[in-house]
């Protein structure tokens, strides 16, 4: 290109050393705490002291049934409702069973409950793990429990007609009902207690219906007897409430801290060597961090020797900023921030230069700082981690353009589909899809005209481009491990731009191997600058101090995934060491 650019730093200065005296206590593993745990085994024993129960009551109503009361009504009924199902067959209502028992195979239930779980952990923007837990915990529950019965209750199918094989099971309890109301009763519980919309309540009827057809249709075709399908039902639905009680908020069998949790804390506190105490404030986002993980985090604080230490909360209006200042005008000496990019970019715009350390205590749905620097991804853990870690000099991004004043990012700004993707994406969308709705915004704004841009990198000569979107990075990498920057380091006293171009499908492609094999590179400390777009390829990177981008026509922009509104010029240069984070001795 006939550019130069920076030689990138690859000394490893920077890196926080390992510290510690011979003979001095081995702190316990971060994040674990008795006031953080007590509560997790007493719930798990009594998940199993129930479920030995259940799985007894269940058994012996089975051994009841096909022993002292076999010769009593209505077991004595039971052969004769099933044999007026076995006449009342039709094509088209042995259709209708075919697809309601299908609801109940193992293959439906097992699949279903996957992609269930699979939906929890990923779409929310606080991943929803004891929902999770709760339907998985009671599929597999009434499972165990269906094959123990099984095992002990030997009881014959319906002498019909029988339209399904015959598996080498008894026929009580009936699998396929257990199966469909741990999953399907399961899922009208979650509707019910987690969703505000006024269709929440018709969607959990119909839900609950369908434990019931499957059993109409088990024994339609002849399976079961109704006694069997009444055991499934129970089996399902008691496993429910076992697992429920036991894991979903709100319930007493709750994993959750004791009543003297604190008290534990901070007896674990003073067990260990008095830490350099300083004024800490918590800057947290009480959109993405609930009231339960903000009573780990005190317990956490407590359990290092903070104690009453202050939570103050952002708004719509101070995204972190404000609180940041008013804390640093009060004397804190050390700031957690509890949030998503967003409040992380606030936070660290405003301790930018001051030398005040930040513990990273990720909650959002991104948190692309804290996974490049591979800091533990839960709250307790993280916040844990950086108390008793290190302090490390990170770089800044500083940038402005025409429509905003100049701020600072900690991880990537830019101009076109990124930043059209964060306008495109609703609120609403985020909300119920998570960060697949980007990906749909994404799609849409392909169909937008490429940018005309021009680029000047440390006062260079000026370089002509068309591009579909451009970044401007202080770290390379972003959800799934994806890295479209991947030399970008928050240490290395330099900013990188990214200028994508491909065109159609087979461009993307090439791009897709383009970054590939820039990250092999980039992970061995090698410069990866120079892939030239301007020759025709689909990706190049330059690194800088300082970039001007002027566009042809006023382009989407972006910082940390904030929208900052449509413009004509970027200015970006870099701060080295301009943010100090607390990180794990030894963390690169």
Known sequence: MGTSVPARDTSGTGEAGSSGRLGAP???????????????PRAAARIGAF????????????????????????????????EALEGARTATLDTASTIASALGDTSTVVGLTLLACLALVLVPRLPRWREAVFLAGGVSLQSMIFVLITASVDRTRPDVERMDDSPPTSSYTSGHTGAATALYAGLAVLVLSRVRAPWRKPLAALLLLLPLLVGLARLYRGMHHPTDVAGGLA?????????????????????RPPADAMDIAVAAAEERPAPAQKQVTVIVNPTVTDEATQEQL????????????PFVATTAEDTGGGQ????????TELIVVCGGDGTVRAVADALAGTGVPLVLVPSGTGNLLARHLHLPLGPAEALAAGLTGEPRALDLGRIEGDGFPAVHFTAMAGAGLDATMLEETSDRAKSVLGW??????????????????????????????TAR??????????????????????????????????????????????????????????????????DGGPVEFHTFRRAELTFARPQPREVDGDPVGPGLHLTAEVRPGALTVMLPAGER
């Open 26 to 40: 081995i702190p316990p593993r971060p994040g674990h705490s008795p006031a953080l745990s007590t509560g997790i």
């Open 51 to 82: 479920a030995v129960c259940q799985a007894a009551v269940i058994a012996g109503f089975g051994l009841l049934i096909t022993g002292p009361a076999r010769e009593f009504w209505p077991m004595t009924a039971e052969d004769t409702a099933v």
């Open 235 to 255: 089996n399902g639905a008691l496993s429910l409430f076992v697992v429920g009680r036991a894991v979903l908020p709100g319930h007493s069998w709750v994993g």
């Open 298 to 309: 005190r317990l956490v604080l407590a359990q290092h020797g903070y104690r009453a230490t």
């Open 324 to 331: 940041t200042a008013e804390a640093l005008r009060a004397g």
């Open 436 to 465: 697949p709705a980007y990906v749909l915004a994404g799609a849409k704004g392909l169909r937008t005209p490429r940018m005309r841009l021009t680029v000047r990198l440390d006062g260079g000569p000026e370089l002509r481009r």
């Open 469 to 534: 979107m451009v970044l401007l990075a202080n770290i390379g990498t972003v959800q799934a491990g994806a890295a479209p920057v991947p030399a970008a380091k928050p240490d290395d006293g330099l900013l990188d731009l990214a200028v994508f171009d491909p065109r159609g499908a087979g461009g993307w492609l090439r791009a897709a191997g383009v970054l590939l094999r820039a990250k092999r590179r980039g992970a061995g400390g090698a410069d990866v600058t120079g892939t030239g777009a301007g």
